[in-house]
């Protein structure tokens, strides 16, 4: 059977992979991106998680040509809030606010829906001539060697490719079949995900509050129908975040709104509510013969600060910018990309494991040092500039 030529294939059809054949495509290389289903486009169905894109994230999109059509979707951020709070219901202890330090500078991130960004990255993959889109069958299996890789589908299609992107998320089939082995911490912890209204408005401030279990994370969301919406994070340990998912949506309406300790008053619930389990993951290498991994196939964090899809657009926007048309795949390629990117990757992971390792507990002692941090981070200059800049993509 005479298999298909492709300078990139594609495996896997979240923002990541989307965003990834987009750019390849706009920089000129032909792309197949294959997945087992096409993402849903749609608020009922689709991807209940919203992203807080940083700076490098919407540079990237503006390189691609993508930020003007996802911004008419987009809420500003302009000042993250950390609230701690102890005992049930919450009692807030302190609260600390970060914001840009020089006035009218752009805001801190720009929060919209996934479901809303797959639907616009779509839309424009689809006007792309040199991308072909091929849904019903993931990534099974590849041979690579010096010059190609030569990979099978799930469906029996095969296709030889110069470059192998894996963004086929936390269960990679392309990291296995490269032979890529990963570090993975499990935490206990689920998160759930979903948006709410309520009658106070979010002035563009993204929230969290800590308590044990982790934390409980309002972010800023355009206004439906003229009514202050949000999306929410809420970390709980697993047994507990599935009783709240099967509660009826009166009932876990008012629990979200005592563990919000009231902030924007009462929330109701407006989405229905998805559920992750809370990992770290870290590939061992990034990159293998013809291959490389963004994204969560790469590394995975608890959804703490924004960091998770932002620290996968850089992986993308590295990929892309060490890549050249003689030696897209070569292990030249390969090498420039693992050598930007695996540092940042360890670091970030290792930081925001521990992080949540220390701000979940309720063992008074770590209560105590995640209320000192606070103080110490908030108060500090230099730790505060610092740790903004980190956060920022920086
Ligand atoms: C509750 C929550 C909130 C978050 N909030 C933020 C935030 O504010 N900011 C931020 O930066 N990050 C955030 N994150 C992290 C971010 O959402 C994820 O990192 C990101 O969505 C993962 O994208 P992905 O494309 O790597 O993986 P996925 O979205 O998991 O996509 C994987 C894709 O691979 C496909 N696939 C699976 N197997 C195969 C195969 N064999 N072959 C081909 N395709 C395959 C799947 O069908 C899917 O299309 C959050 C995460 C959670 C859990």
């Known amino acids: 059977m ?9 495996a896997g059809a979240g923002i990541a992979g989307l965003t ?9 290389y032909s792309v197949t991106l294959a997945a087992p289903s096409a993402p849903r486009r749609d608020k009922t169905q689709g991807d209940q998680r919203s992203t807080a894109f940083l700076d490098p994230a919407i540079a990237l999109f503006s390189e691609a040509g993508l930020w003007a059509d996802l911004v008419p979707h987009a809420q500003p951020l302009q000042e993250l809030h950390i609230t701690d709070t102890v005992g049930w219901p919450p009692q807030i202890r302190d609260s600390r606010a970060f914001a840009s330090e020089a006035p009218g500078t752009p805001p801190l991130a720009q929060n919209l829906m996934n479901w809303r960004i797959a639907d616009v990255l779509l839309n424009a993959l689809e006007l792309l001539p040199n991308v072909t889109l091929h849904w019903g069958a993931g990534f099974a299996s590849m041979v690579t060697r010096e010059r190609e890789a030569l990979v099978q589908l799930t469906d029996g299609t095969g296709l030889r490719a110069r470059l192998v992107i894996g963004a086929d998320g936390r269960e990679s089939a392309v990291r296995e079949a490269a032979g890529i082995s990963a570090e993975i911490s499990r935490f206990g912890q689920k998160a759930l995900a979903f948006s709410v209204t309520h009658p106070e408005p979010h002035r563009n401030i993204s929230t969290e509050v800590y308590n044990q279990g982790g934390p409980f994370t309002l972010i800023p969301l355009p206004d439906e129908d003229g009514t202050p919406t949000s999306a929410v994070v809420w970390m709980n340990p697993g047994p507990e975040a599935q009783r709240l998912q099967t509660l009826d949506a009166q009932a876990f309406s008012a629990e979200a709104t005592t563990r919000s300790a009231g902030l924007l008053g ?4 407006a989405s229905p509510r998805a559920l992750f389990p809370i990992i770290t993951l870290r590939a061992k290498a990034l990159t293998a013969q013809r291959t490389a991994l963004i ?4 590394h995975v964090v608890p959804p703490i600060g924004a960091q998770g899809l932002n620290t996968s657009l850089n992986d993308l ?3 892309l910018h060490t890549a050249a048309p003689e030696t897209l795949g070569a292990r030249q390629h390969l090498d420039a990309y693992e050598k930007s990117r695996a540092r940042d990757v360890a670091a970030r992971v290792a930081a925001i494991g521990l992080y949540n390792r220390l701000t979940r507990s309720g063992l008074p002692p770590l209560q105590s040092l995640r209320l000192s941090g606070l103080k110490a981070v908030a108060d500090v200059p230099p730790l505060r500039r610092a740790v903004m800049k980190a956060g920022m993509g920086g």
Do not use: M, N, V, Y
């Not at 009462?266 to 619930?269: E, I, K, V």
């Not at 994204?295 to 790469?298: D, K, L, T, V």
């Open 317 to 319: 926007a590295a990929l």
């Open 266 to 269: 009462p929330l109701t619930l």
């Open 2 to 10: 005479a298999r298909k030529s492709t300078d990139i294939l594609i």
């Open 20 to 28: 990834a054949a987009a750019c390849f495509a706009q920089a000129g």
């Open 295 to 298: 994204a969560e196939a790469a």
